[in-house]
Structure formats: structure tokens, C-alpha cells
């Protein structure tokens, strides 16, 4: 069973185009990350959601963790090209160590 | 720049040989970890340092042997690895082992022949 659910596993857009990807879990988690990760490379740290209901945005990308802790999502307002990667969320249910959700490849095309 | 660097990024090596991951921070964390991430699975944790003292061993094969010799400095050391092993390992650090918010090297991809 894994602790973090991520939805859906693959996206493909065309640029422009808005999308929602989710994280689900039925742990509390005291935080919950979203990384974003490129082909070849390391994970790259995001945000940060903390507190039930905390909504963060970071340009074009707005994240929120649900009222519960239980879960995050992350909406992309006009999906660009660089946007493309592998979407993960990371939390730590109690004071545990970090873990890790599977992910959601998003494409963006041109 | 992460701050996190990893050597090296690509490595192909036989399944009786020996060789070492590297990984290296100074951004003055005190805690640095091991992941293992392969094709459609999660992250995975093998190995959590805290202060140069190994606090978490996730269940990894002996074949894989881990070294802290300061708390800016990582080794993941391979020995006698099976074609499973092929994986893109990753090092990364945060602030202390209770901090969520962790900074990842590039990786080092490895392939087991």
C-alpha cells in the first residue's frame, strides 16, 4: 500500500492548457512538499504546504493542502513546455521520514 | 546549483566489481541521505546520517555499504550488485533529520552489467 497516491500517473498537454494533479493519503501529514524532478536530474524542491486549508502560489503553479492534512494538489495555469518533468509529493505522516509519492509525468507540446 | 553534488552522474559497472558513489554538500546540513529511484516505483530511502552517525537502515542489502565521514561528505559503496540494482541513485540533505524540506544531487545513474 502506498502511503501517497498520486493522480494521475501520466499527463499529456498542449501548451496553454490548465491541469490539476493530486496527492492522496489517508496519514496526517505535519507538512507535505511538491518537488518537480527532470529527466537525468535530481528532485527540485518547490513548496512547502504546512498548515490545513494553506493555499501557496509560485508564478503560474498554486498548490494547497487540504483542510485535514490528508492531501495536497497542484494547479498549473497555462502549462509551458518548461513545466514538463515528474511531479512529486513528499510528506512526513508524524514525525517519520520523508516520503515519497510515485509521481505525475506531465508533457507539455508545443 | 543545488548545492548538492554527486560524481559520479553516470556509472556502468560488472556485477563482481567494486566502486563508490560520492556525494557532497555545504550548505552546513547536518543530515544527508541515500534514495534509490527506479522505473515506476517511488523514491526510495536506503540509508538517513544525522550528525555523521547512521540513524535509519531501510532494509538495503549488504551489498550496499554506506560511509559518513563528515557531515559534508556521503559514500555509498557497491559491491558484488545484481542487474536489479540498476538504478539512478540519489543523494540528498536537509537542515537536520527532522527538517521535510530536503535538497537533492543530481544523481548518479547506475547500470549493472
Known amino acids: 500500500t502506498q502511503l501517497l497516491e498520486q493522480s494521475p500517473q501520466f499527463l499529456s498537454i498542449q501548451e496553454g492548457e490548465n491541469l490539476t494533479v493530486y496527492c492522496n493519503s489517508s496519514s496526517v501529514f505535519s507538512s507535505l512538499q511538491w518537488y518537480r524532478q527532470e529527466p537525468g536530474e535530481g528532485p527540485v524542491l518547490l513548496v512547502t504546504?504546512?498548515?490545513?486549508?494553506e493555499v501557496k502560489k509560485l508564478k503560474r503553479l498554486t498548490f494547497q493542502f487540504g483542510d485535514a492534512r490528508k492531501d495536497s494538489s497542484l494547479h498549473i495555469t497555462a502549462a509551458q513546455p518548461g513545466d514538463t518533468g515528474l511531479y512529486l509529493c513528499?510528506?512526513?505522516?508524524?514525525?517519520?521520514?520523508?516520503?515519497f509519492g510515485k509521481g505525475t509525468m506531465l508533457l507539455v507540446s508545443p | 546549483e543545488t548545492g548538492v553534488t554527486q560524481t559520479p552522474r553516470h556509472l556502468v559497472m560488472g556485477m563482481t566489481n567494486k566502486k563508490s558513489l560520492k556525494c557532497e554538500q555545504h550548505?552546513?546540513?547536518?543530515?544527508m541521505y541515500w534514495y534509490k529511484q527506479s522505473a515506476k516505483k517511488p523514491l526510495e530511502l536506503m540509508f538517513v546520517?544525522?550528525?555523521?552517525?547512521?540513524?535509519e537502515n531501510n532494509s538495503v542489502p549488504s551489498r550496499f555499504s554506506p560511509e559518513c565521514p563528515n557531515s559534508s561528505h556521503l559514500f555509498l559503496h557497491l559491491h558484488t550488485l545484481q542487474p536489479e540494482d540498476s538504478a539512478l541513485y540519489l543523494c540528498a540533505s536537509s537542515l537536520s533529520r527532522r527538517d521535510t524540506e530536503a535538497f537533492f544531487g543530481q544523481g548518479t545513474r547506475l547500470t549493472v552489467v
Open positions: 513528499a510528506g512526513t505522516p508524524g514525525y517519520s521520514t520523508l516520503t
Open positions: 504546504v504546512v498548515t490545513g486549508g
Open positions: 546520517y544525522s550528525l555523521e552517525e547512521r540513524v
Open positions: 550548505l552546513g546540513h547536518n543530515a
